[in-house]
């Protein structure tokens, strides 16, 4: 094999991927590694999208039945967080 084949072949990266760094949060703290883990990252993000579901409800419906949309939220928050 020529030598440029050879330059050719590192050059475009034939290699074994490196291992990345660890799986972090925005914050830059491994998620494994803190106290909330996972499973309350997933809590707080269904919260989020729940919230976020029923401010729009409120909004298209101009606010009424806001104490209805509260607690189909409450009920979806307890279905899904399981609390």
Do not use: F, L, N, Y
Request: charged share 25%; net charge positive.
């Amino acid at each position: 094999m020529s030598a440029a084949g050879a330059r050719g072949r590192a050059a475009t990266g034939h290699r074994a991927p490196a291992q990345g760094p660890p799986c972090t949060t925005t914050t830059g703290h491994d998620a494994r590694r803190t106290p909330m883990g996972i499973e309350g990252m997933q809590e707080k993000a269904s919260d989020a999208g729940i919230e976020k579901a029923g401010d729009a409800v409120d909004q298209k419906t101009g606010g009424k039945g806001e104490s209805q949309v509260d607690k189909a939220q409450q009920a979806a928050d307890q279905k899904v967080g399981g609390q």
